[in-house]
């Protein structure tokens, strides 16, 4: 399984940006949540969102709540996370991620124990 990040890019604050997160190598029986983790320099890994591959449900950091929204197409096993009203402390590395061990619910707060991670992307939100 292979995660791959697009849409990055410099973007001024209260401005919009869309994230991609483009899986592969998943059999027709996997079922994997996926979540959006960023890092800023110095700071640990955190959880932005996450999403349920079973029932499309959806969790968020509370720092993000409101201005960001996961989604998902099955169809093409892409994950987007779409930001608005972007803040400078939004800026950093997102990374996608999945574990068969961890559903959205409970992965928010455990990028540490997830194994299948994407390369980033980088998001700078000026001021």
């Known amino acids: 399984v292979q995660l791959v990040e697009s849409g990055g890019g410099l973007v001024q604050v209260g401005g919009s940006l869309t994230l991609s997160c483009a899986g592969s190598?998943?059999?027709?029986?996997?079922?994997?949540?996926i979540g959006w983790f960023r890092q800023a320099p110095g700071e640990n890994r955190e959880g932005v969102a996450c999403?349920?591959?079973?029932?499309?449900?959806?969790y968020y950091a509370e720092s993000v709540e409101g201005r960001f929204t996961i989604s998902r197409d099955t169809a093409k096993n892409t994950v987007y996370l779409r930001m608005d009203n972007l803040k400078p402390e939004d800026s950093g590395v997102y990374y996608c991620?999945?574990?068969?061990?961890?559903?959205?619910?409970?992965?928010?707060?455990?990028?540490?124990?997830?194994?299948?991670w994407g390369q980033g992307t980088q998001v700078t939100v000026s001021s």
């Open positions: 991620a999945a574990d068969p061990e961890f559903t959205a619910h409970t992965m928010l707060a455990r990028a540490r124990y997830l194994s299948i």
């Open positions: 190598g998943f059999t027709a029986s996997d079922r994997y949540d």
């Open positions: 999403i349920s591959s079973f029932d499309g449900s959806t």
